[in-house]
């Protein structure tokens, strides 16, 4: 499986990013994986943002992206986006996307969970 992950990138405070993470593999296309984006600030320890399942039916947030980011998936595309409004310089980070097994979906927070991880792309907010 790889991962792709773009979109980020420097904005003001109070703009948006669209992030995006393209999969691909024959293993992603013959098993199931529910995804997750963390993020990672210099000099602290990565952490969950939010995760979807295989199918989209059901998300989940960590409390600093509730009611500003919203993780979608694009069916037939293998893609997962997401949209971060109302950003602030808090936010600034690398942003990494990840696969986990659908199985696994209560451990979907964890990232020692995680199979398979994209290689990040940086989001700057300035104040």
């Known amino acids: 499986v790889q991962l792709q992950a773009s979109g980020g990138g420097l904005v003001q405070a109070g703009g948006s990013l669209r992030l995006s993470c393209a999969a691909s593999g024959s293993t992603f296309k013959d098993y199931a994986y529910d995804m997750g984006w963390f993020r990672q600030a210099p000099g602290k320890e990565r952490e969950f943002v939010a995760g979807i399942t295989w199918g989209g039916r059901s998300t989940v947030y960590a409390d600093s992206a509730k009611g500003r980011f919203t993780i979608s998936r694009e069916t037939g595309k293998n893609t997962v986006i997401l949209q971060t409004n109302r950003l602030k310089p808090e936010d600034t980070a690398v942003y990494y996307c990840?696969?986990?097994?659908?199985?696994?979906?209560?451990?979907?927070?964890?990232?020692?969970?995680?199979?398979?991880w994209g290689q990040g792309t940086l989001v700057t907010v300035s104040s």
């Open positions: 990840g696969a986990i097994a659908t199985t696994e979906w209560r451990f979907v927070r964890y990232r020692e969970k995680y199979d398979y």
